[in-house]
């Protein structure tokens, strides 16, 4: 782990003598302040924009994680860092302010423009639905929905219409006999994890309408029915809590006696 003394005045030659007596009690783990930064930039700033690994960073008194965010895009991956995000590791706050996340927006835009243009890439053939074709080379088509967009709205749907344990991973753009996004459909169980390929949904690059939802949701649950469940191994509650999972000063909790248990 990474340890950052932050606001410390080093000279530029000689000794350096670094006194540090601080005390502080680490209630928020790092990997819980990546989470809760993750979270806020998916829904508040950019499916696009994710958390990294976090350091901790001691300002005086002040002890806080700090989260890195970074900008991908689908045909570069990893971009870069578009800012950082202070997590107190005493209660969790972040420093999520409007002006943060201004400054993060702007420098993801500006990122977003040094990125060579995007292309449209040859699908292998059992990717495409019956009768479609790839959209290779040169071929483009005009699209106004973004993939961030497709994604969103299909994510929407999944979990208002289908199941809250549903989601929606990275759309790829295709062209059958009209442009559109084809987003694939994962599912997630507390027990085993997400489980991608339950379905696809294409979603009109031109307009946003979601194509042929009806068909879609009986083969997504289909799937589920005859592939997934099936296979799912049956789900075993814990019979106990890890302690730093607990607020402290818990006290034992009475069980409560039925009148014939009386």
């Known amino acids: 782990m990474t340890i950052i003394i932050d606001n410390y005045a080093v000279p530029e030659k000689g000794t350096l003598e670094i006194n540090i007596n601080i005390s502080v009690e680490i209630k928020v783990t790092a990997e819980q302040a990546q989470r809760r930064v993750n979270r806020w930039l998916m829904e508040s700033v950019s499916i696009q924009i994710g958390a990294y690994l976090p350091t901790l960073i001691v300002d005086g008194k002040r002890v806080v994680w700090r ?18 995000i202070d997590v107190d590791v005493r209660n969790g706050e972040m420093n999520n302010t409007p002006e943060v996340q201004a ?7 500006e990122i977003s423009k040094q990125q060579p243009p995007f292309k449209l890439r040859e699908l292998p053939a059992e990717y495409l639905a019956k009768g479609s074709k790839s959209t290779a080379g040169d071929k483009t088509a005009s699209v106004k929905v973004t993939a961030y967009q497709a994604r969103k709205k299909v994510n929407y749907w999944l979990m208002e219409y289908i199941s809250a344990q549903m989601g929606a991973e990275e759309p790829t753009l295709i062209d059958a006999d009209r442009a559109v996004w084809r987003v694939p459909v994962c599912i997630s169980f ?56 607990l607020p402290d000063e818990t006290s034992s909790v009475q069980k409560l006696s039925l009148p014939d248990e009386q």
């Open 103 to 109: 400054e993060i927006e702007k420098r993801a835009t």
């Open 190 to 245: 507390p027990h085993v994890g997400k489980i991608s390929g339950v379905g696809l949904v294409d979603v009109d690059a031109r307009t946003g309408e979601m194509i042929d939802l009806p068909e879609c949701k009986a083969q997504i649950e289909k799937y589920l029915e005859k592939e997934v469940k099936p296979r799912l191994p049956p789900y075993k509650p814990k019979t106990t809590t890890p302690a730093e999972y």
């Open 67 to 84: 989260v890195p965010a970074y900008a991908s895009f689908p045909h570069v991956g990893h971009a870069g860092v578009v800012g950082y």
